[in-house]
């Protein structure tokens, strides 16, 4: 490894620590010693994490109005829980209740499904309203919206899922850290167009 390569590889590991402590590493260093493919990475991913985040604040109005009814459905159902759990009579009217307010918000989302199958990717897992597949009236059963905080979300918080900026800068740094210590391991897309020019040009040279 040459010195310049050395140096630079204690100044990215500096940065590393420093993001890792949650202090401020502004983009002008991270430009200076990232190199102009590792910045551009480091940008096109903080592009992708704004994507994602301004995706999730278009939410469709049908998955709004789903969550609703469910909201209603699974008020009802842990009413109906407590009461069951007390003894009280009206736990069994409560849990009827409970059952029609799940068949509402499902048929609902059935419906709306039907006219708009790209909603599919608002939801935790795959819909199927066929009756062997029919999901059970109760909460750990219906699907949910991916941005829901629930335990119940089979997909996760989605906001643990999307990258803050310091993580993207954490990634990239990491990125160029192992590429200077692996550089056989990782090509640039300058390199890859290289490689093909060399070759192209050698099968010319044969031809």
């Known amino acids: 490894m040459h010195k310049s390569d050395e140096a630079r590889l204690a100044k990215l590991h500096d940065l590393l620590d420093r993001l890792r402590r949650g202090e401020i590493v ?29 995706l999730l604040s278009r939410k469709s109005g049908a998955v709004i ?23 009280v009579r009206s736990a069994r009217q409560l849990h009827a209740k409970a059952q029609t307010a799940f068949e509402r918000a499902l048929l609902y989302l059935e419906e709306q499904l039907s006219i ?3 909603l599919q ?8 309203f066929t009756a ?3 999901p059970s009236l109760d909460p750990f059963s ?5 941005t829901s905080r629930s335990l119940d979300n089979q997909s996760g918080p989605i906001s643990e899922k999307i990258d803050s900026k310091r993580q993207c800068k954490i990634r990239a740094v990491e990125a160029v850290i192992e590429q200077i210590k692996c550089p056989e ?21 044969r031809a």
Do not use: F, H
């Open 26 to 54: 502004q983009n002008r260093q991270l430009q200076t010693w990232l190199g102009e493919q590792g910045y551009k990475e480091y940008e096109d991913s903080w592009s992708n994490t704004l994507d994602q985040r301004n």
């Open 142 to 146: 219906v699907p949910r919206a991916i």
């Open 132 to 134: 062997s597949n029919y």
């Open 65 to 87: 109005e789903y969550e609703e009814l469910l909201k209603k459905a699974i008020l009802l159902y842990n009413r109906g829980e407590t009461a069951s759990q007390r003894g």
């Open 185 to 205: 391991e990782r090509l640039t897309n300058e390199d890859i167009a290289a490689k093909l020019r060399a070759l192209t040009a050698t099968m010319g040279k």
């Open 116 to 118: 708009d199958p790209s």
């Open 121 to 128: 990717i608002w939801l935790d897992r795959q819909c199927d």
